[in-house]
């Protein structure tokens, strides 16, 4: 049964920093791209990053390029996102989710098949 567990939200200062762990169980990324989402109250959940099963090819956000990056530890068989340079309106409960089928539309959430239970992240003075 596949299974993601994300953990390490919490509440930081605009300009703080945090990393986001995804941790997989019942699959191998090896065979499955990795897609992190966030939802703000009232909003749309929306796509922020995505790397592929080979870890080759990694999509962000416009709101995050530059301030988030995705990577992930094939023998820890989880997804980092480091996200540096918070601000508030990034804050959001942050979800991962995966999905085998490959390239088309990384950030549509339809096309996913498992998420995790999310991590709530508050940037905050």
Do not use: H
Request: hydrophobic share 30%; proline share 2%; aromatic share 12%.
């Amino acid at each position: 049964q596949l299974q993601l567990v994300e953990s390490g939200g919490g509440l930081v200062q605009p300009g703080g920093s945090l990393r986001l762990s995804c941790a997989a169980s019942g699959f191998t990324l090896d065979y499955y791209a990795i897609g992190w989402f966030r939802q703000a109250p009232g909003k749309e959940r929306e796509g922020v990053s995505y790397i592929n099963s080979s870890g080759g090819t990694t999509n962000y956000a416009d709101s995050v390029r530059g301030r988030f990056t995705i990577s992930r530890d094939i023998a820890k068989n989880t997804v980092y996102l480091q996200m540096n340079s918070l601000k508030p309106e990034d804050t959001a409960v942050y979800y991962c989710a995966a999905r085998r089928l490959r390239g088309i539309r990384w950030s549509d959430s339809r096309l996913y098949d498992s998420w995790g239970q999310g991590t709530q992240v508050t940037v905050s003075s």
